[in-house]
């Protein structure tokens, strides 16, 4: 079975830093594609960040230039590190991933999400 586990959440003051991890687990023989989203409370599910199978990088608005994505493929792990981060960066997120199994199985999986607070 595949999983993908987030990490890192936390409470952190306006301005701070965090760095989230995705970690993935189980049978893997490819990806195909990878996303960052968050949902806020009481408002709609949003992608931070999504890595499509082009492979072409894109930040939503209110993140680029702040939130940035990178890998560890020894390690199967993505993450998001979060710079000057804001009180309307407040959500819950998750890490998405569309992938062929070992077994040759197609998925879409996400994970547990992990909080992340931002006081003012």
């Known amino acids: 079975q595949v999983q993908l586990v987030e990490s890192g959440g936390g409470l952190v003051q306006a301005g701070g830093s965090l760095r989230l991890s995705c970690a993935a687990s189980?049978?893997?023989?490819?990806?195909?594609?990878m996303n960052w989203y968050r949902q806020a409370p009481g408002k709609q599910r949003e992608v931070v960040v999504g890595?499509?199978?082009?492979?072409?990088?894109h930040y939503a608005d209110s993140v680029k230039g702040r939130f940035t994505f990178s890998r560890d493929n020894a390690k199967n792990t993505v993450y998001l590190q979060m710079n000057s981060l804001k009180p309307e960066d407040t959500a819950i997120y998750y890490c998405n991933a569309e992938v062929v199994t070992g077994i040759m199985e197609n998925l879409e999986v996400w994970g547990q999400g992990t909080l992340v607070t931002v006081s003012s």
């Open positions: 890595i499509p199978s082009g492979g072409r990088i």
């Open positions: 189980g049978s893997i023989f490819s990806i195909n594609g």
